[in-house]
């Protein structure tokens, strides 16, 4: 949802305000009610930033979490298989698909997006259990490629949580 555009609908809508008493056309409730819902968004906006924000604070406590009390297990690449994963995704739609007006409205649009995941079977006391990482917004072949490229990978496992993080720093990496 574009926001400005919901804003300036609102703003344009009503006429500025009139201070003449004799042509009071209600300008000062226009206006209380157009900062009501600026304000509004403007919370909307913010709460969704500060969940974000949450959420990669939370991400980086159980980063640190597992990598300070779990086992670190250094396993080959080869050991490890990637799963792919095909989605199809609404196309955002942008300025240009607006300018056209109603022509298009209702054409939607999809995308075809390739999910990961890297697969391992790891065996601790006797058993056995299949670990996923978590998704991965990359194409199978440039994972793969990336995955031989490294050689090993560094898998944490919190034996009491029973929670599993593969360290994939590797990937942000534009280096290598």
């Known amino acids: 949802m574009n926001y400005f555009i919901t804003i300036y609908f609102i703003l344009s809508r009503y006429s500025?305000?009139?201070w003449d008493k004799s042509n009071y056309s209600g300008g000062v409730t226009t206006i209380t009610a157009s900062t009501i819902c600026i304000l509004v968004l403007l919370y909307i906006v913010y709460s969704k930033r500060r969940d974000k924000k949450k959420q990669r604070e939370r991400e980086i406590q159980f980063k640190n979490t597992i990598k300070a009390e779990g086992i670190k297990i250094t396993v080959s690449t080869d050991d490890c298989r990637v799963l792919s994963k095909k989605i199809l995704v609404l196309k955002?739609?942008?300025n240009e698909y607006q300018a056209q007006g109603l022509n298009n409205a209702n054409k939607d649009e999809y995308i075809k997006l390739e999910r990961c995941y890297i697969l391992y079977n790891m065996k601790l006391n006797n058993k056995e259990k299949l670990y996923r990482s978590k998704e991965i917004r990359l194409g199978k072949t440039y994972l793969e490629l990336k995955l031989y490229l490294k050689k090993e990978i560094d898998i944490y496992y919190n034996p009491h949580t029973k929670q599993c993080f593969?360290?994939?720093?590797?990937?942000?990496d534009i280096s290598s």
């Open 92 to 94: 955002p739609k942008t």
């Open 166 to 172: 593969f360290d994939l720093d590797f990937l942000n």
């Open 16 to 18: 500025p305000p009139s």
